[in-house]
C-alpha cells in the first residue's frame, strides 16, 4: 500500500516515487509489477492511477 499510495501521490513519476520511497528504481518497478498483476490495473495509465488515488481517498474516509 505504502508504494501504491506514493505512487499515485507523485501522479505516476517512477523517479520520484522511488526516491521518496528510498528504493532502488529496480525495486519499484519489481513492486509496480506485483501491484499491476494483483489488480488488474495499468499503472502507467493516468485514469489507472486517476481511479486509484479516488479509491484511497475513499477507503481512508470510510475508515476514519
Not at 8 to 13: M, R, S
Amino acid at each position: 500500500m505504502e508504494t501504491l499510495e506514493a505512487l499515485v501521490n507523485h501522479l505516476g513519476a517512477r523517479n520520484i516515487t522511488a526516491t521518496s520511497l528510498y528504493l532502488h528504481r529496480n525495486t519499484l518497478m519489481y513492486r509496480i509489477k506485483k501491484i499491476e498483476n494483483l489488480t488488474g490495473y495499468d499503472l502507467s495509465d493516468p485514469e489507472s492511477i486517476l481511479e486509484l488515488s479516488l479509491a484511497l481517498r475513499l477507503n481512508k474516509f470510510m475508515n476514519h
